[in-house]
């Protein structure tokens, strides 16, 4: 299910969806890999969300090959990696 960004306070052009009631996956749909200056954008976004909703978790559901050192931050700011086929 999507849900607004405004919601949150993020840019519109970002994708949201409801996985169920404590999951919100940010969506990243494109073929070149992400990259740390990505992965930094992606946390912000993760923070805004957890503080409007403290109980939900946060996860990115991607296509795109991620880059090993943004796998390793975005797993130690409690991100999990959900790959999108």
């Given at each position: 299910?999507?849900?607004?960004?405004?919601?949150?306070?993020?840019?519109?052009?970002?994708?949201?969806?409801?996985?169920?009631?404590?999951t919100i996956?940010?969506?990243?749909?494109?073929?070149?890999?992400?990259?740390?200056?990505?992965?930094?954008?992606?946390?912000?976004?993760?923070?805004?969300?957890t503080a409007?909703?403290?109980?939900?978790?946060?996860?990115?559901?991607?296509?795109?090959?991620v880059c090993?050192?943004?796998?390793?931050?975005?797993?130690?700011?409690?991100?999990?990696?959900?790959?999108?086929?």
């Amino acid at each position: 299910m999507s849900i607004s960004p405004k919601d949150f306070g993020l840019p519109p052009r970002t994708v949201l969806e409801q996985l169920d009631e404590q999951t919100i996956a940010i969506i990243i749909d494109r073929k070149s890999r992400i990259i740390m200056a990505d992965g930094k954008k992606i946390i912000e976004k993760a923070q805004k969300i957890t503080a409007t909703l403290p109980s939900v978790a946060v996860v990115l559901k991607t296509s795109a090959p991620v880059c090993s050192k943004t796998t390793k931050l975005l797993e130690s700011n409690g991100i999990e990696l959900i790959s999108r086929t």
